[in-house]
């Protein structure tokens, strides 16, 4: 017969047992929570600002991928054409490996700007897909800014490298996304607004235009706060970022921003030349490490970047180029070499450097692929109808009494500084047919709401 051994355990002890399990799982659920907790006090948005850097990241990738993919396609195409054309009519076999070396190699002709005498956006990728370099030149917009907004010097600088640094985030974006720099400083600038669209259209304003050139850029800025704000139409809520301005000459600013609030391994420049009423070169580089790049190739970049420094000091900002890579020497006046301090790119540009060029210098061993092109322009969006929605904000009556103390209404745009003038009965008229497509008004709301509550 079989036997069975039993054990007995006494109750207090089992009630002992429990009570410590118990007491340690409270132990590890409170760490936890006060952890959580403490997190969430430290960073509310850490956890979603994440997200949507590793969603902005995935929609980089795609979207270079998609433009690579295109790209070999035609080049495939192209090559299959140009193998055929040669099987059918090359009379040796020198001339048709000739054909196949020209069929591999890129045609970079549609990209040319001589002398940087168009404004320019251009972007190419390493074949590998691992590093992006935009660069661009944007001098004749520019000096359609200075005109706009009647700038001196230092202003120009700072609008410049602002709007310059926007177009380089920018692009690659979707045609409708916006990319906003705004510098909130406590300098005498009084702040430098700068927006760009992904399809190149600029606009911005600084809050003090004719500011004298005895401050430096730095002073002229002050501190305070760098605001990036980044929105799409179909975007439920915009994405904003906020970092401290360190430095105060914008462009290693914008950069820290990228690195610390984006968490994006890049590097940015932007920089003008301003000699009196005339900008003389403006542009800038973004070149940006994207993710799954080799060792070997961030040091080839590395290397060619310092053969992009020396080449732009070597020229001193003392030269503008012919576009056929020869210099002119030209006398420079003070104010220029304490604008350019041989910042990059503007030396190379004033040298005729076109940012194919720059972009051909730091992709250099990398089997360079062109990516896009784009000409911006300033473009504002104020009309009529804006200037009488924000009206339409204010109550009513508060209107009537601008309109009795005034025979006309003007605005001016900040971007533009285009002068918007109605006179008191137009107003009246376009704010009442604006209501009556249900855009209510600063007072209609509560009147709406007064009238429904009547018995």
Known sequence: MGSSIRIYIPTTAVLL???????????????????????????????????????QATRRIHYYNRLWRQKSAA????????????SSSAPTTSATSAEAITATTTDLSQYENKSN?????????????????????????????????????????????????ALLMANGLPDEQVVQITMNSDGPLRGIVGIASGKGDLRGYVGTPMLGNDLPLTDAVGKGMVQIVKNHPDWPRPYNGITAIRHGDIDRDIGIYLAESEQRSCALAAATVVGGILCRAAGGDLIEQLPGVSPDVVARVEQNLAVLVERN??????????GDGTTTTTTTSEEDNNNSNNKIPTNLLLQGVTPLEMAEIILDGLDMQPLQQIEPQLKCDCTEDRLVRALCLLPRHEVEEILEKEEELSARCHFC?????????????????????????GDAGQTK???DSAP
């Open 17 to 55: 047992i429990l009570a410590t399990m118990i007491s340690n799982l409270q132990g590890t659920a409170n760490a936890l929570l006060t952890r959580g907790g403490h997190l969430c006090r430290q960073s509310p948005q850490r956890f979603l600002l994440h997200n949507h850097q590793r969603q």
């Open 117 to 165: 005498r168009r404004d320019q956006v251009f972007s190419a990728i390493s074949a590998d897909g691992g590093v992006k370099v935009t660069a661009c030149t944007v001098r004749n917009l520019v000096n359609d800014l200075m005109i706009q907004h009647s700038l001196n010097q230092v202003p120009t600088d700072a609008l410049g490298r602002t709007l310059i640094s």
């Open 417 to 441: 500084s285009k002068t918007w003038r109605m006179s008191p009965d137009e107003v009246r008229q376009k704010m009442d047919v604006f209501q009556e497509r249900g855009g209510g008004g």
């Open 313 to 322: 000091n070597q020229s001193g900002g003392d030269g503008d180029g012919d």
């Open 449 to 451: 709401k007064e009238d």
């Open 75 to 86: 080049s495939n195409q192209d090559e299959e054409n140009q193998n055929d054309e040669a």
